[in-house]
């Protein structure tokens, strides 16, 4: 805290001094009027007070950009230091700041450069925190503007296309569109199992993913006043033995890659433990 008072007081005195000298518009104390909102950032406490230094934060990128030289480079400088704020709320789990920085970063990276590969990427990273987080509209949302930017930027069958049709087909999944969901996730599956191969966490979460809705159309089935037919009981019991393992394996696959504490990793834990545990309650009540 000691070196935070004292690199405030710093750029505080530069930024003064600078805006005097230069004027407010000029490149450096725009510079210096940015990385001094952006410090304030660190104690903000709500979306209003991030929000608030929406207007500093834009007029410093915009007074960076007007360096014929530099420019481009002293914005995507000044845009990482901010990710960086994002990625500490992130590791230190403070889900809610992190989602109003997204929000603010979003903001200004679709005012420097509106299309970019960079603002898709965020936009697929906030999608994803929202996804783990339940909040599905606000994910299917971002998720699109970030695949529609992607389509302009990357070919259909890239990588980075189908990462982001991917994420749509799993908040699809959570809203109920297993239809669509199914489609989305087979297709996903089968590019990055033959792309990356079997064992890399992104076909890993594919196949948990498709396994997972699988298995949602199972217990919806069951569940439903119709109940299954004759015929389709019979086959019930493999066909879900094979979606679990199916669940297993992808699983497997993305705690080897991605790590026991990442996000995704978390969340498709919780939805194997309640889908686990509404099999065994309708087994029970049979």
């Given amino acids: 805290m000691g070196q935070y008072q004292e690199a405030k007081e710093f750029i505080t005195d530069s930024y003064e001094g600078l805006r005097s000298a230069l004027g407010e518009a000029s490149q450096v104390a725009g510079e210096s009027q940015y990385y001094l909102a952006l410090m304030t950032l660190?104690?903000?406490?709500?979306e209003e007070a991030v929000t608030q230094t929406d207007p500093l934060l834009m007029q410093g990128v915009r007074n960076m950009r007007s360096n014929a030289g530099a420019g481009p480079l002293l914005v995507q400088a000044a845009l990482r230091e901010h990710n960086r704020l994002v990625d500490n709320e992130l590791t230190s789990e403070s889900w809610d700041k992190a989602a109003w920085l997204f929000r603010q970063e979003i903001r200004?990276?679709?005012?420097?450069?509106?299309?970019?590969?960079?603002?898709?990427?965020?936009?697929?990273?906030?999608?994803?925190?929202?996804?783990?987080?339940?909040?599905?509209?606000?994910?299917?949302?971002?998720?699109?503007?970030?695949?529609d930017i992607a389509r302009s930027v990357y070919k259909h069958d890239e990588n980075q296309t189908m990462l982001r049709r991917h994420r749509l087909g799993t908040v699809l999944d959570c809203k109920g569109n297993a239809e669509e969901a199914s489609k989305i996730l087979t297709e996903s599956f089968n590019h990055f199992d033959k792309r990356l191969g079997p064992k890399n966490p992104l076909t890993g979460e594919a196949q948990f993913?498709?396994?997972?809705?699988?298995?949602?159309?199972?217990?919806?089935?069951?569940q439903s006043k119709e109940g299954l037919d004759p015929y389709s009981k019979v086959l019930a019991p493999k066909q879900e033995q094979n979606l679990m393992q199916q669940m297993q394996k992808g699983l497997q696959a993305m705690q080897a890659g991605f790590g026991a504490d990442h996000m995704l990793v978390k969340k498709a834990l919780t939805d194997y433990d309640l889908t686990a545990s509404a099999m065994r309650g309708l087994q029970t009540s049979r």
């Fill in 42 to 46: 660190l104690a903000a406490d709500s």
């Fill in 209 to 222: 993913a498709l396994g997972l809705s699988g298995m949602r159309r199972m217990l919806h089935a069951r």
């Fill in 108 to 147: 200004l990276r679709n005012g420097v450069d509106p299309g970019s590969e960079d603002l898709s990427l965020l936009l697929y990273q906030f999608a994803t925190l929202q996804y783990t987080r339940g909040l599905y509209d606000e994910a299917e949302a971002l998720t699109q503007f970030s695949l």
